[in-house]
């Protein structure tokens, strides 16, 4: 099996779990590479020789430049915070080498803009790392609708709710500081990559955010909390959208519904191997939301367990993405979403932080 080196700039929450994906992909998936677990880096010399030991990885550095420049890392993860970005993607797509890059893409538009604008100079593959898209049971919902089993949409809600900060007296933290590192740079995101991949593009966003608690021990908040936004999707379907970290007893509320015209899907990522299906079929008597049990017949689900119900978790999303990665590395064809895509979904929060300011529908063509 031909391999290929790999370097994961941040070791921490994300950095451990790109780590054991890139560890456990090839036996998972059989896959055409093998990753080479080549250089990992940190934010202090210590810290990045403590990942390297724990993860496995041949070499550390506290530099990112020297990750990148390594001749033998040929696939780099970036999983360190978004201000730092832009400038390890360029680099990187100007020596050619392929990127995983956390969501959300940069701190700005202008970074993700010009981020998009390296990587497709480069044609060096690129994607954004959105996992929650890529369990089995969303995979199917996916398949569903393309398949017309729930007719023409005409509704879709989504959310991403946690209670991380629903206690007033947390203190203040790195979390509550910048609004790259709250509910809509943070937790947002997500839900609208999920409702761009469930429904597609959006076209007009009305929102309202709000810091709830605005000061906590230690500190002022200079970031939201949570946020509401009505929307228009270009093929004309009305969404409603909500995002919080003060949304107490939620732990991790990626939720959707979805109606048609002829069924409709829920789904909720606190119980992720379950996906209900509604059919407009049948006599009235017995129609009801059907509990399905993702199995062997959903994607990506039977490499993991061929026992049907058993079910994957929160890292298993991490491994399916990078055999995504992986694929497309080895057949030189895009996987979803490319930098490009999610491009897109910050130009959607964009549109909605300016919306709530403005306290007015805004157009996603403007942003």
Known sequence: ????????????????????????????????????????CASSPESAQRYRTAYGFDRATDDWRVLVEDPRV????????????????????ALGKSVLCEKPLGASLDDSLAMVAAAEASGAVNMVGFNYVRTPATQYARQLIAN???????????????????????????????????????????MVNGALALVGPI????????????TRPGGEVTNDDHAQMMCRFENGVMGN????????GRKMGYAYEISGTKGAIRFDQEDQNALWLYKREGPEASRGFTKILTSPAHPDYEPFCQGPGHGTGYQDQIIIEAKDFL?????????????????????????????????????IRDF
Request: net charge negative.
């Open 74 to 93: 040929e696939a780099i993860v970036i999983a360190s915070p978004q201000s730092t970005h832009r400038r390890i993607a360029e680099a990187a797509f």
């Open 1 to 40: 099996m031909p391999e290929i080196g790999i370097g994961i700039v941040g070791g921490g929450y994300m950095g451990k779990a790109h780590s054991v994906a890139m560890s456990a992909v090839g036996a998972v998936f059989n896959t055409a590479l093998r990753p080479r677990l080549e250089v990992i």
């Open 327 to 363: 694929q497309a590395i080895h057949t030189g064809r895009a996987a979803w979403p490319t930098f490009r895509d999610g491009h897109e979904v910050n130009r959607v929060l964009a549109a909605a932080l300016a919306s709530s300011e403005q306290r007015q529908w805004k157009d």
């Open 203 to 214: 076209a007009q966003v009305m929102a309202d955010v709000e810091t709830v608690h605005k």
């Open 148 to 190: 017309g089993e729930i007719g023409d949409i005409t509704w879709f809600r989504g959310e991403h709710t946690e209670d991380f900060y629903a206690d007033p007296h947390a203190p203040a933290s790195w979390r509550t500081t910048g609004m790259a590192n709250g509910t809509i740079g943070d937790l947002a995101p997500h």
């Open 241 to 248: 959208l909500y995002f919080s970290r003060v949304a107490t």
